[in-house]
C-alpha cells in the first residue's frame, strides 16, 4: 500500500481508511503502522498455549464468566486508533466482527521490532482506555510483566489471580508457559 504523505509531515488517517488498507496495519493515533511479518516460532508457539489454557480455564467457568479469548482481533479504540492485540480476554455480549470497548485482558508477546511500541504507545492506551490487566511477554528472554489497573493507573504485580469481572475470578499462571 502506498500511504500518500503531506508537505509538512505524514498524514493522519482514520478507521474509515484503515479499512481500505490491504495487508496487515494498525492505526494508533491516526498514524499507521505495518505490523511484521508473521510472528518467530515461540511467539506462535507461547500464544497458542496462552490461547488454549485460558480458553479452557474460561470454557469451564463459562457460567459465571461470559468471557472468551481472541487472538490478533482488532479493537477499534477511537475513530483514529485502531489495535491488534496478540491476545485478548473479552467479557460480556459481543456481536460485531472487531472489538469497539475495552477488552479485561490483553497479552502483547514483544519483540525486537515491537518492544518500544508494546512497552509505551499500547502501554499508554490500553492504561487510558482501561484494560484492567495488560501482560507483556518476551519468549526471547522468557520473561513476563503483569499490569493491573489501579485507580486508573497500571502496576506492576506477579499475581496468578486475575479478577476479569464481578463474577468470574481465575487462576491462571501465566509465567509457566515457558516451560
Not at 457460567?63 to 490478533?72: F, G, K, P
Amino acid at each position: 500500500m502506498n500511504l500518500p504523505t503531506k508537505i509538512f509531515g505524514p498524514e493522519q488517517y482514520s478507521y474509515n481508511d484503515y479499512k481500505l488498507w490491504e495487508g496487515n496495519w494498525e492505526l494508533i493515533n491516526g498514524y499507521p503502522y505495518a505490523m511484521s511479518p508473521s510472528p518467530k516460532r515461540s511467539h506462535q508457539s507461547f500464544s497458542g498455549k496462552f490461547s488454549r489454557q485460558l480458553g479452557n480455564i474460561l470454557e469451564l467457568k463459562q457460567l459465571i464468566c461470559n468471557c472468551e479469548v481472541y487472538y490478533e482481533l482488532d479493537w477499534i479504540v477511537n475513530e483514529n486508533t485502531v489495535v491488534r492485540p496478540d491476545c485478548m480476554v473479552v467479557c460480556g455480549e459481543f456481536k460485531e466482527d472487531f472489538l469497539t470497548f475495552p477488552p479485561q485482558l490483553i497479552l502483547e508477546i514483544s519483540s525486537h521490532n515491537t518492544r518500544l511500541r508494546d512497552r509505551n504507545t499500547k502501554y499508554n492506551i490500553y492504561e487510558m482506555y482501561g484494560v484492567k490487566y495488560y501482560i507483556i511477554a518476551d519468549c526471547d528472554k522468557k520473561t513476563l510483566e503483569i499490569f493491573e489497573l489501579t485507580d486508573n493507573k497500571y502496576k506492576q504485580t506477579d499475581t496468578n489471580q486475575f479478577n476479569l469481572t464481578s463474577t468470574c475470578s481465575i487462576n491462571f499462571d501465566v509465567i509457566s508457559l515457558f516451560d
